[in-house]
């Protein structure tokens, strides 16, 4: 009989945010968010599926303990974080996104965001709108 690996609990970095190896693909980007705790972990599945139907084709990677989605050849659009109280969705061009995600600073340059907490729910409609804007402009190449 073949010995079966244990799958090596995640480890959760400040503010409960998975550590996970940065890859390609959807593999890392779906252990990200089965790691992600409590009512972030199905948070972040309604994400990642709002945005592969969005985007068909969509690119998926995992860099800085962070998914993130693009497109093949425009660079990356989107990304989301856990906090310890919300999760953050950066667009990277959202200061072009109608209307303007809310989160921003001088220092932010072209990046907006949007902080999910659990009492806010997801506004999908919203959300599908930003991502099919953002996946239609020029990407962030991640140099």
Do not use: C
């Not at 409960?16 to 972030?40: E, L, R, S, T």
């Not at 303990?65 to 990356?76: D, K």
Request: aromatic share 10%; proline share 8%.
């Amino acid at each position: 009989m073949a010995k079966v690996k244990a799958e090596t609990p995640v480890k959760l970095l400040a503010g409960g945010n998975p550590q996970i190896a940065k890859a390609d693909g959807d593999a890392p980007v779906q252990a990200y968010i089965a790691a992600m705790p409590g009512w972030k972990s199905d948070l972040g599945r309604r994400l990642d599926a709002l945005i592969g139907r969005a985007v068909p084709g969509v690119r998926k990677a995992v860099r800085w303990n962070s998914p993130f989605y693009g497109v093949e050849g425009g660079g990356w659009f989107l990304s989301f974080h856990v906090l310890t109280r919300y999760v953050k969705v950066t667009f990277f061009a959202g200061a072009s996104l109608h209307p303007v995600p809310p989160g921003g600073t001088p220092k932010s340059k072209e990046a907006r965001w949007i902080d999910i907490y659990e009492a806010d729910g997801l506004d999908e409609t919203q959300m599908a709108n930003w991502v099919t804007q953002a996946a239609a402009l020029p990407g962030w190449s991640g140099k």
